[in-house]
């Protein structure tokens, strides 16, 4: 204390041989050694106090001497403290960076899963813990797991995340912050909850806490695991947390009040909308001086494009489903249509009857043959039998004719009930009307149609028939892709594979001649066999193959200024 005091040099021998120096009363030193204590300085400031011992056979004026070595030494502790101060700093320094790095990032994290991923993987990086779950809080004031750091996804019906949950409910019920220790002296139902999540995951010690931020309609949280017994302390009301508690509960709010702004922003009326006209708003200002040159090479650009952009040429027309198998019902003769057996949408198996004709005519003329040819017969057997053999031939020669044409009324009876020629549905409308009509011979009655099989005839015109058998004539299969009106909702697709399945003559359909592609045996998909009808209605597009737009464009040109201009 002496030589702190006055900073001067002081020589104390060993006990008995006297002190010389600055006066120093007894000042013990049974050491068989003689001290040198000097003061340790650097411009001036005092660094502190180094002791040398020396042999005792040294004269004084030679301790002073070695002893000056000693002033060197302040240099270089100096030196070494300034060092220790510059690494200090530069760590602190680190520190700060690492902070402002967290809520730079909180800042540019826009969407609520990025900002909570974000949230407890750094939150867990910087506290130096094992585990950081963020809770949110929604509805009745239950706690659901909303990010958990180092996972992506999250099984929320596991036990460990209902654990987590009830845990942070438990914990947060009574204090937003909270510290809890396995073995600390708690509640039955936490320690039980604590040791689960041992078991579970080694936590020893977890800190729970519900930052700033939040509303009463929807509150975060964040907890903090550690295997570390004690790594969290427990937070007493009215204590001040020790720092590491301190920079944790700063994160905490800091991750809250970016959280519950993003919730926030995200629940406003025509939020994307006004993104979108803000962000167009800055692009205009910032591109006006560059504008020409922008709008030149955008123009090159698109013109690059067209020229190297391969793109499909295809060929539209409109499309109708027909069934595959298809029969008309035809009367085989004239008559009075006496019932309709059927309606439209009834199922008819193969030869069922599905009109019944008037045969009271048929049937009387019928009665009459019959008794004409017993009395035939009766004169036959009375000439047979009076020999008269020529009158015998005679009736004989009728009674046959009249055989022929009682079997030509049963025939024609039989086909007073026509029947369908297939299994299928009736497809004509208002067939009932025909009941009391009077039909003819061969005149159409009804049309049935088997709907297990559908085909799909595809309009082309006339100026892409020729594009369609160019494409053809190459050997490959042209896609055909095409949806329903009734079904717009489901993409269909099928083939043309050959020239077979083009019409072989053009249609009139309105001002324009068409040519018809018959697609037969189309697949359909199960969901929709069952609902489809004859006569639907919808867009096909025939793909002829890939050529670049400029190509396509050119060809498209040239062919309209040959037809109209050029012949």
Same mark, same amino acid.
């Given at each position: 204390?002496?030589?702190?005091?006055? +900073?001067?040099?002081?020589?104390?021998?060993?006990?008995?041989?006297?002190?010389?120096?600055?006066?120093?009363?007894?000042?013990?030193?049974?050491?068989?050694?003689?001290?040198?204590?000097?003061?340790?300085?650097? =411009?001036?400031?005092?660094?502190?106090?180094?002791?040398?011992?020396?042999?005792? /056979?040294?004269?004084?004026?030679?301790?002073?001497?070695?002893?000056?070595?000693?002033?060197?030494?302040?240099?270089?502790? $100096?030196?070494?403290?300034?060092?220790?101060? $510059?690494?200090?700093?530069?760590?602190?320094?680190?520190?700060?960076?690492?902070?402002?790095? @967290? $809520?730079?990032?909180?800042?540019?994290?826009?969407?609520?899963?990025?900002?909570?991923?974000?949230?407890?993987?750094?939150?867990?990086?910087? *506290?130096?813990?094992?585990?950081?779950?963020?809770?949110?809080?929604?509805?009745?004031?239950?706690?659901? !797991?909303?990010?958990?750091?180092?996972?992506?996804?999250?099984? +929320?019906?596991?036990? %460990?995340?209902?654990?987590?949950?009830?845990?942070?409910?438990?914990?947060?019920?009574?204090?937003?912050?909270?510290?809890?220790?396995?073995?600390?002296?708690?509640?039955?139902?936490?320690?039980?909850?604590?040791?689960?999540?041992?078991?579970?995951?080694?936590?020893?010690?977890?800190?729970?806490?519900?930052?700033?931020?939040?509303?009463?309609?929807?509150?975060?949280?964040?907890?903090?695991?550690? $295997?570390?017994?004690?790594?969290?302390?427990?937070?007493?009301?009215?204590?001040?947390?020790?720092?590491?508690?301190?920079?944790?509960?700063?994160?905490?709010?800091?991750?809250?009040?970016?959280?519950?702004?993003?919730?926030?922003?995200?629940?406003?009326?025509?939020?994307?909308?006004?993104?979108?006209?803000?962000?167009?708003?800055?692009?205009?200002?910032?591109?006006?001086?560059?504008?020409?040159?922008?709008?030149?090479?955008?123009?090159?650009?698109?013109?690059? &494009?067209?020229?190297?952009?391969?793109?499909?040429?295809?060929?539209?027309?409109?499309?109708?489903?027909?069934?595959? =198998?298809?029969?008309?019902?035809?009367?085989?003769?004239?008559?009075?249509?006496?019932?309709?057996? &059927?309606?439209?949408? *009834?199922?008819?198996?193969?030869?069922?009857?599905?009109?019944?004709?008037?045969?009271?005519?048929?049937?009387?003329?019928?009665?009459?043959?019959?008794?004409?040819?017993?009395?035939?017969?009766?004169?036959?057997?009375?000439?047979?039998?009076?020999?008269?053999?020529?009158?015998? =031939?005679?009736?004989?020669?009728?009674?046959?004719?009249?055989?022929?044409?009682?079997?030509?009324?049963?025939?024609?009876?039989?086909?007073?009930?026509?029947?369908?020629?297939?299994?299928?549905?009736?497809?004509?409308?208002?067939?009932?009307?025909?009941?009391?009509?009077? !039909?003819?011979?061969?005149?159409?009655?009804?049309?049935?149609?088997?709907?297990?099989?559908?085909?799909?005839?595809?309009?082309?015109?006339?100026?892409?028939?020729?594009?369609?058998?160019?494409?053809?004539?190459?050997?490959?299969?042209?896609? %055909?892709?095409?949806?329903?009106?009734?079904?717009?909702?489901?993409?269909? =697709?099928?083939?043309?594979?050959?020239?077979?399945?083009?019409?072989?003559?053009?249609? !009139?359909?309105?001002?324009?001649?068409? @040519?018809?592609?018959?697609?037969?045996?189309?697949?359909?998909?199960?969901?929709?066999? /069952?609902?489809?009808?004859?006569?639907?209605?919808?867009?096909?597009?025939?793909?002829?193959?890939?050529?670049?737009?400029?190509?396509?464009?050119?060809?498209? @040109?040239?062919?309209?200024?040959?037809?109209?201009?050029? @012949?």
């Amino acid at each position: 204390m002496r030589v702190r005091k006055t +900073k001067q040099p002081l020589v104390v021998p060993p006990a008995g041989r006297g002190v010389s120096g600055a006066a120093f009363e007894a000042l013990p030193n049974a050491t068989p050694f003689t001290w040198s204590l000097r003061p340790l300085r650097f =411009r001036g400031e005092f660094m502190g106090i180094g002791l040398l011992m020396f042999r005792t /056979d040294l004269l004084p004026a030679e301790v002073g001497e070695r002893s000056q070595v000693m002033d060197w030494v302040g240099h270089y502790l $100096s030196a070494r403290q300034l060092h220790a101060v $510059s690494e200090q700093a530069a760590e602190r320094n680190a520190s700060l960076q690492r902070f402002l790095g @967290f $809520s730079s990032g909180l800042i540019r994290q826009l969407g609520g899963e990025d900002l909570a991923s974000y949230t407890v993987n750094e939150v867990r990086r910087l *506290s130096g813990c094992n585990r950081v779950s963020l809770l949110r809080r929604e509805g009745r004031g239950d706690w659901r !797991v909303a990010a958990v750091s180092g996972s992506e996804e999250i099984d +929320k019906g596991s036990l %460990v995340v209902k654990t987590m949950e009830a845990m942070f409910g438990r914990m947060c019920a009574t204090a937003t912050v909270r510290g809890l220790n396995l073995g600390e002296p708690t509640s039955e139902e936490e320690e039980a909850l604590l040791e689960q999540m041992e078991n579970l995951g080694d936590t020893a010690s977890v800190l729970a806490c519900i930052p700033e931020g939040g509303d009463e309609r929807v509150g975060f949280g964040l907890m903090l695991e550690s $295997s570390e017994p004690g790594f969290f302390p427990e937070v007493r009301p009215g204590e001040n947390p020790d720092r590491r508690l301190q920079v944790t509960l700063w994160m905490a709010n800091q991750a809250g009040l970016a959280l519950g702004e993003s919730h926030r922003n995200s629940a406003l009326p025509l939020r994307r909308l006004a993104l979108g006209l803000d962000q167009a708003r800055r692009d205009w200002r910032e591109t006006r001086r560059r504008r020409p040159y922008l709008v030149v090479a955008v123009l090159l650009a698109l013109f690059v &494009v067209a020229m190297l952009l391969p793109v499909q040429r295809k060929v539209e027309g409109a499309c109708v489903l027909v069934p595959t =198998r298809r029969a008309p019902v035809v009367a085989e003769i004239g008559g009075r249509v006496a019932e309709v057996l &059927v309606k439209e949408g *009834s199922v008819v198996k193969s030869g069922e009857p599905v009109v019944r004709l008037d045969v009271e005519r048929l049937t009387t003329e019928l009665r009459v043959a019959e008794r004409e040819i017993e009395r035939l017969e009766a004169d036959a057997r009375r000439y047979r039998a009076g020999e008269d053999m020529g009158g015998f =031939r005679v009736v004989s020669l009728q009674a046959e004719r009249a055989r022929e044409q009682a079997e030509q009324l049963r025939l024609e009876i039989g086909f007073a009930n026509p029947g369908s020629p297939i299994d299928g549905v009736v497809l004509t409308k208002d067939v009932e009307l025909l009941r009391g009509r009077v !039909v003819t011979l061969g005149e159409l009655l009804c049309e049935v149609a088997a709907l297990e099989d559908w085909d799909l005839q595809v309009e082309i015109e006339e100026a892409d028939f020729g594009l369609v058998r160019r494409a053809l004539e190459k050997g490959k299969a042209l896609p %055909v892709d095409y949806i329903l009106q009734a079904r717009s909702d489901i993409r269909l =697709r099928t083939q043309l594979s050959s020239e077979g399945q083009l019409s072989q003559m053009a249609y !009139v359909n309105q001002t324009r001649n068409v @040519f018809y592609a018959h697609l037969g045996g189309i697949d359909v998909p199960p969901e929709l066999r /069952d609902r489809l009808r004859p006569g639907f209605s919808g867009r096909a597009k025939i793909a002829l193959g890939r050529r670049p737009l400029a190509v396509v464009l050119f060809g498209n @040109f040239a062919a309209y200024v040959r037809y109209h201009w050029a @012949f």
